[in-house]
């Protein structure tokens, strides 16, 4: 009921400014003045919330401001949890890409491991192949077994330039 009758009277007024150029800088100055006071409002309950200018306060009115820092305080934990549940979830997304983007990359190095043993026994002999180790077929270093804690070690090698430069002659 009182914002009805404080509308009826602001347009009123408003209405009255129009008409005079007097009342209408009376109106800026209340105006002006209202948000003063609201403002002094607004700071003393920012005091207050921090712990600041207490001495006038009722015991009931510190049990109110209690309370309403205790709600604060847990919609501020709330919002803190389901933040860091958020990044969690995403981080274990990520790991999850990760971790099977690591599983495709073994299965890779092992067709590619196969590969180069079936070369190697293509161009050695199934004879040679018993008297080898396993790790003679995985010049790379890569293990793809139980014990992935060792070092990966890649080397390159260039092509023998012999054998190209005699078949090239050869052909000559």
């Known amino acids: 009921m009182k914002s009805v009758i404080e509308r009826y009277n602001t347009s009123k007024e408003e209405h009255q400014q129009l008409l005079n ?7 800026w100055q209340r105006e002006a003045e209202a948000l ?19 001495y006038g306060l009722s015991v009931k009115n510190l049990q109110d401001l209690e309370n309403q820092l205790e709600m604060s305080v847990r919609c501020i934990r709330i919002k803190k949890e389901q ?12 790991g999850d890409s990760i971790h099977q983007e690591n599983q495709e990359l073994y299965k890779k190095v092992d067709l590619l491991r196969q590969e180069n043993t079936r070369l190697y026994k293509k161009v050695y002999g199934t004879s040679e192949m018993a008297a080898t180790s396993k790790d003679a077929f995985n010049p790379y270093g890569f293990h793809t077994g139980e014990d992935r804690q060792e070092l990966i070690q890649l080397q ?15 052909s000559k």
């Open 83 to 94: 933040i860091l549940t958020e990044k969690i979830r995403e981080l274990n997304q990520k």
């Open 36 to 54: 003063r006071h609201q403002l002094q409002t607004l700071q003393g309950n920012h005091r207050q919330m921090m712990g600041e200018q207490l």
């Open 156 to 170: 390159l090698s260039q092509p023998e330039q012999d054998t190209y430069e005699t078949s090239g002659s050869a």
């Open 21 to 27: 150029p007097n009342s209408e800088a009376k109106f």
